[in-house]
């Protein structure tokens, strides 16, 4: 490796996140603005989600189609999109370690944004016990298998999860010219909205068991079936050759980890204020790495927030210290994680294991009281899933005193 | 070079037949290639060599500091860890000697250490020392509280069980050893004095028979007429944690040993994740190398005590293996003259690092029995691909990349598998008839994500090139 390449802004992950924060940063002259990705194609997960759902209300588009769009408007704004550089490690502060066919190279910015994604935590992560068959895999292994590469899966394939991504996993299934036996969720019902679950036990008749476990993974060689346990304690059988194991997202925090960043408890990914600042001066977070996993939309909306942050920082801007946000049950995470008075715009995402409608959230810090807001939920609240995400708006940061305590999340 | 996965096999007689691929039978092959004048066949069940309990251990190279003195184990452990050590460095297996630290967590294991100490010495083993509890957390930060001492062995390797399977099998194919896979024996006989092995794919004949058929040696010994000994197999279940947990461990964290076994310990592996485990179960299924909910949480309940951050890294990995056990504390290796037979049985839990040995001591006993090897050669060393993080990888070397950019182009995100090694694999002289075993050869989908990323690429290279 011979000496140090130097850019303004290294963006590691071209998905939206990623790209849309190149985009604006590229847009707006920030200088040398480089995106590495180590597939071979830019766009993240979009690329292969091959269904709706993406782009906006009145522009909808396909995840594919989105994925390019995407990846257009940064080139097209000036940002290099490098694919098949994987960053592997930092190399300093604001420096990191990269390999491609080219070779390995150290790369150093002034800026790093990491944009590095989430994955589904699979079989083994969920110590679902049993066999080691073939036929185990995650929604994001599923689509691309069918989408992009045309590969046959079996013929009978049990969904493991309820969410609106279970529902993506079913239709590639259908897709593939498969049969979804069920979909099995331990919750009491789906977590999707209404109108999706139903169409898929009505329309496409795909049972849904709720209340239920999957706790045995059987056959040699390839999958023959998953034992399931309901609530009540019944246990039975559901023979198929394939399963799906959905959601249940964990960020790809490797880069965070190694760089020694703080990281938050409840997400597991790095911890950001506001402004998408990470715990080290000159490097910034933004997407599903931060808090599992919200829509691509979300994701590219933080990239543009970050966008404005680092231009900030290159034009000199300080790097002020930020006060941890925690939450406490029934409530698993917040993000962002930090808060620095200055935490004007912007909204806090918080995600809580019951529904929470009409309660009321406390922010307090060291004693004393921030905000009260009642939850109102952005669905009706006979639908409120049961592991919901809510909002919090960022009317109460320049309450926060910015050398006291953990600012603390409670429900009434 | 011959591998063969299906067809019918060759009439002539081999001068010896191995059945079983395991870390043993690919030891024992490639000890008999050393002899040009033998003809030689190694006959596995399964589609890939060291499928059976080989893929499946603590992957421990061990000093053998604990065996029972004077045992023929002991010896062959202690013989092996040697050989095996000097065999990795010329093949490229990944080891690590990164030594053991048996802890003490009540003062009746403290008690008990010099005797562990002792009885070391008696299998000549005589670098432990016991170390105080300061010195114990100073090597070992993040081990969990109250531990009052422990056993420093600094021998305890950890090694590349896969690749050492696969470089013992690649030699003896390399060699002119014939590996027929996809054949189960089935029944045996004997005509003319010769064996008659009956598989799947039709009879083979042998002049010489070596069972080492691992879980399965007492049916292939019964087949022969012989009653010596019942395989009970003993669930060892495991849990693999995430390679950013590595750095919480630095020595393989053994308990001290109590008359129900090794217990669980806490060890790096060569490919930089953590291992916890394993159960111990008593079982009678031969194919139950299944996790059991019980299983996993009896572990975790342990590993909290040992390692309690551990807990709170990501899993990457369950997996199972059955031990070979036979209510006898020693191995079951024995030549039968009047048969021309050798049964290498009741190979333990510690059968890897003891293979090199226990290869070199079957050949003399086929020799007992009767076997003239001939003269003997210097075998071609092997070069084997390194799967170990203490070794520069192929992504890390310039000097690779720069001849063949295919080992930049990584396909195996979580675990840095590039396509160059992919292919090298479903090229090699052994090459994978599946994706677990391109996985065990490249560890291509065997990272934290488990194909989220990379399984439908790595699947797709393996298709296209079988096809
Ligand atoms: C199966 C599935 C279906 C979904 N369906 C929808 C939907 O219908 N609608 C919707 O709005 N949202 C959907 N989502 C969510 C949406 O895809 C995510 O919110 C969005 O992709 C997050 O964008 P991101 O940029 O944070 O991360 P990602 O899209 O995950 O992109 C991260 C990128 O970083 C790259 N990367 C990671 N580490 C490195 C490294 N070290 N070096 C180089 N590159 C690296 C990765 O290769 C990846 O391309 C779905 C998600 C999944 C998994
Ligand atoms: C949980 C656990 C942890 C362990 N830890 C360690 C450790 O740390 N260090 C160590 O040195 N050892 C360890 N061991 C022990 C070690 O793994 C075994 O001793 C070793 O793998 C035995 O190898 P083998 O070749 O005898 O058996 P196997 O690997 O089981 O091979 C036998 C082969 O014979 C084949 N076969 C059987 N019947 C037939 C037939 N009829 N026809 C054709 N083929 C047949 C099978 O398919 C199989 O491939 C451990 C074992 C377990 C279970």
Request: proline letters at 7%; hydrophobic letters at 35%.
């Given at each position: 490796m011979s000496g140090v390449r130097r850019v303004d802004v290294l963006v590691v992950g071209a998905g939206p996140g990623g790209l849309a924060a190149a985009a604006r940063l590229a847009a707006a002259g920030a200088g040398r603005v480089e995106v590495l990705e180590r597939e071979q194609q830019a766009g993240g997960v979009p690329r292969h989600c091959a269904h709706g759902g993406f782009g906006t209300w009145t522009h909808p588009l396909t995840g594919p189609s989105y994925a390019r769009l995407l990846a257009e408007g940064a080139a097209r704004a000036g940002a290099v999109v490098r694919t098949g550089v994987t960053a592997l490690d930092w190399a300093g502060p604001l420096a990191l370690t990269t390999v491609s066919p080219r070779g390995p190279e150290k790369i150093e910015a002034a800026a790093i944004v990491l944009a590095t994604g989430a994955r589904e935590r699979p079989r083994a992560a969920r110590l679902v016990p049993g066999t080691r068959p073939a036929g185990v895999c995650t929604t994001g292994e599923l689509q691309q298998a069918v989408h992009l590469y045309g590969q046959r899966i079996g013929s009978r394939a049990v969904v493991v999860g309820a969410e609106d991504v279970s529902y993506a996993a079913t239709a590639t299934v259908r897709a593939s010219g498969a049969r979804v036996v069920a979909m099995v969720t331990d919750l009491p019902r789906a977590q999707a909205a209404p109108a999706r679950a139903l169409d898929a036990r009505l329309r496409h008749g795909v049972p849904l068991l709720t209340g239920t476990t999957v706790t045995e993974l059987l056959g040699h060689g390839r999958l023959s079936g998953v034992r399931v346990r309901h609530r009540d304690g019944r246990s039975a059988v559901l023979p198929c050759d394939t399963v799906v194991f959905t959601g249940d997202f964990v960020p790809d925090h490797e880069l965070a980890r190694r760089g020694g960043l703080v990281c938050d408890p409840g997400t597991r990914g790095p911890a950001v204020d506001g402004a998408l600042r990470t715990s080290r001066a000159g490097v910034f977070a933004v997407g599903s790495v931060l808090h599992p996993v919200g829509s691509a939309a979300t994701a590219a909306r933080e990239g543009a927030r970050a966008a404005g942050a680092v231009r900030q920082w290159l034009a000199g801007g300080d790097w002020p210290g930020a006060v941890p946000l925690v939450v406490s049950e029934p409530l698993r995470w917040i993000a962002p994680h930090r808060v620095t008075p200055a935490d004007r715009h912007g909204r806090y995402v918080l995600r809580s294991t019951e529904p929470l409608t009409r309660r009321v959230l406390r922010v307090t810090q060291d004693g004393r009281t921030l905000d009260r807001v009642r939850v109102r939920s952005s669905l009706p609240s006979a639908l409120v899933p049961y592991r919901t995400t809510l909002t919090l708006t960022a009317?109460?940061?320049?309450?926060?005193?910015?050398?006291?305590g953990p600012v603390r999340i409670t429900v009434d | 070079m011959t591998v063969t996965a299906q067809g019918p096999l060759p009439e002539r007689p081999y001068d010896v037949a191995i059945v079983g691929a395991g870390v043993v039978g690919c030891a024992i092959a490639r000890a008999l290639a050393r002899h040009p004048g033998l003809r030689v066949a190694l006959v596995e069940a399964q589609d890939d060599v060291g499928q059976g309990t080989s893929k499946a251990n603590t992957a421990i190279l061990h000093t053998g500091f604990d065996a029972v003195p004077g045992s023929l184990e002991a010896r062959l452990v202690r013989e092996g860890a040697r050989m095996l050590a000097a065999y990795a460095t010329e093949s490229g297996i990944p080891v690590e000697p990164v030594g053991a630290l048996l802890v003490a967590w009540d003062a009746d294991q403290l008690a008990r250490l010099p005797r562990l100490a002792e009885k070391a010495e008696r299998n000549a083993y005589r670098d432990t020392r016991i170390v105080g509890p300061d010195e114990l957390y100073t090597r070992e930060p993040h081990l969990g509280p109250g531990a009052l001492g422990a056993l420093h062995v600094p021998g305890e390797s950890i090694v590349c069980p896969w690749t050492t399977t696969l470089a013992y099998a690649t030699q003896a194919v390399r060699h002119g050893v014939d590996l027929h896979l996809g054949c189960r024996v089935t029944r045996a006989s004997r005509q003319d004095g010769e064996h008659l092995l009956h598989t799947d794919r039709g009879t083979l004949r042998a002049r010489f028979l070596v069972n080492a058929a691992g879980l399965h040696a007492d049916t292939l010994d019964r087949l022969l007429g012989r009653q010596d000994f019942t395989v009970t197999p003993r669930r060892g279940q495991l849990i693999v944690f995430d390679?950013?947990?590595?750095?919480?461990?630095?020595h393989i964290l053994l308990p001290v040993p109590t008359a129900l076994g090794k217990g669980v310990l806490v060890a790096p592996t060569v490919y930089g994740n953590v291992l916890l485990g394993p159960t111990a179960e008593d079982l009678d299924d031969k194919r139950a190398t299944g996790s059991t909910a019980e299983g996993l949480s009896a572990l975790r309940e342990q590993g909290r005590r040992i390692l309690p951050e551990l807990l709170d890294e990501e899993v990457t990995a369950v997996y199972a293996g059955l031990r070979a056990a036979t209510?006898?504390?020693d191995y079951r290796i024995a030549a039968h003259r009047e048969n021309s037979y050798v049964t290498v049985g009741g190979i333990r839990s510690t059968g890897l690092t003891a293979s090199l040995a226990i290869a070199a001591h079957v050949v003399e006993l086929l020799a007992d029995a009767?076997?003239?090897?001939g003269p003997a050669r210097d075998l071609e060393p092997v070069r084997m691909p390194n799967l170990g993080e203490a070794f520069p990888r192929p992504h890390q070397r310039a000097d690779l990349i720069a001849a063949d950019p295919e080992y930049g182009?990584?396909?195996?995100h979580c675990e840095r598998v590039s396509r160059g090694e992919i292919r090298d694999a479903l090229a090699s002289t052994i090459p994978p008839r599946g994706l677990d075993g391109l996985r065990r050869r490249t560890r291509a989908r065997a990272g934290r994500c488990q194909g989220f990323y990379c399984g439908a690429a790595v699947r797709a290279l393996f298709e296209e090139a079988t096809r």
């Open positions: 009317r109460w940061t320049h309450r926060v005193d910015a050398k006291g | 390679k950013l947990a590595r750095p919480l461990v630095r209510g006898h504390e009767g076997l003239d090897p182009t990584l396909v195996c």
